[in-house]
Structure formats: structure tokens, C-alpha cells
């Protein structure tokens, strides 16, 4: 159980952390401190929502549907062979500060909009927590707990994310520090991606 529980945590958060304009509007929520529980209480859900939707669903679709599966993890180390050679050319060409302390919404009703239009209009969600995750889990026989793991990854994310924005403010305007995090995000998506690849 841990084993699987390890592997969705670990995949949950590799995918998780890579920037992007779901990450960007919580931080700069949690930096002005404006309905900070309810943002991240919108992503948590839907990501648990997702991820449950992956880990259940990509059995039943491979089932229904042979050869599927081989499609799928093709197409998804595709994607995570690119992503990870994306985030390593923005490592090199130290691009990737995230400038918190933009434009916000300040009503709690716009605010939830945004929120669920960043959350449920974004594709890369889908790849990420039905695709990825689903073609992942399909190597655990122990699906529940690798659904844990990862929804566990998710939670502790955006909690962070959204409440310790405060103190790292300095860190998320440095370039060096997002120079690592896009290097350290690389590697791991090259290794989920042989996972995929070699180990199905």
C-alpha cells in the first residue's frame, strides 16, 4: 500500500508544482490574502474529483476498449518528454519568475469564477490528473491508495501554496529558485515518462 501510496503522492506533486495559470492565481490570492479558503478549497476538490475520475475511469475505458491503454501512455510520454524538455528550456533561459502581485479579483463571487474557469477550462488539467495519472496508476494494483497519494500531494500543494504565500514571496521572485524548481520538474517528467514507456 505504501509503495503505491508513495508513487501517487510523489507523481501527484511532480505534476502539480510546474507553473501555470491555476498555480499563479492561488499565489497571488494567498499573497493579498483575499478568499484564500475558498480558492484553495475549489482546487482541492476538483483535483480530488479528477484524480479519483483518472484512476477509476482509465480502468473501465482500457477495458472497454483494448489497446487503449498502449495509446494513451505513447501519447502521454510524449507529452511529458515535452513538457519536460519545455521546462528545461525555460531553466536555461530563466524565464519563469512568477510576478504574484498582479491584477486580482476582489469579489467572492468573481473570485470563484475565475477560480473554476482556471481549474475546469484548463486542458493540461485533464492530461495531468485523468490522463497521466490514470495511465500510471494502471501499474498499481493498489489504485486506492495511489489515488490517496496523489490527492494527498494535491491538498498539501495548494494549502501551501495558498497560505504560506506570504513567505515565500521572496523565493517565487527569484529566478534562480524557479531556474531549479523547472530542472527538478524536467527530470521527473522524463522519468514518469520511461515509467510509461518501460516498465508498463
Not at 498499481?140 to 504560506?164: Q, V, W, Y
Amino acid at each position: 500500500m505504501m509503495t503505491a501510496w508513495r508513487a501517487g503522492f510523489g507523481i501527484g506533486l511532480s505534476l502539480i508544482v510546474a507553473i501555470g495559470a491555476q498555480n499563479a492565481f492561488v499565489l497571488r490570492q494567498g499573497l493579498l490574502g483575499r478568499h484564500v479558503w475558498a480558492v484553495v478549497l475549489i482546487c482541492v476538490l476538483s483535483d480530488a474529483a479528477l484524480i479519483v475520475f483518472g484512476v477509476t475511469g482509465f480502468a473501465h475505458l482500457t477495458n472497454r476498449f483494448p489497446g487503449l491503454d498502449m495509446v494513451l501512455r505513447l501519447g502521454g510520454a510524449l507529452f511529458l518528454v515535452l513538457f519536460g524538455a519545455m521546462s528545461l528550456r525555460s531553466a536555461w533561459r530563466g524565464d519563469s519568475v512568477l510576478e504574484a502581485a498582479g491584477q486580482t479579483v476582489s469579489g467572492l463571487g468573481r473570485t470563484i469564477g475565475v477560480c473554476m474557469a482556471l481549474t475546469w477550462g484548463n486542458p493540461h488539467v485533464y492530461v495531468d490528473t485523468v490522463l497521466l495519472l490514470g495511465a500510471v496508476s494502471a501499474d498499481f494494483e493498489d489504485k486506492r491508495a495511489f489515488a490517496i497519494g496523489a490527492i494527498t500531494a494535491s491538498t498539501l500543494f495548494f494549502i501551501l501554496l495558498g497560505f504560506g504565500a506570504r513567505w515565500l514571496r521572496g523565493l517565487f521572485r527569484t529566478a534562480r529558485s524557479w531556474q531549479i524548481l523547472d530542472v527538478v520538474v524536467a527530470l521527473i517528467m522524463w522519468a514518469i515518462a520511461a515509467r510509461l514507456l518501460f516498465w508498463s
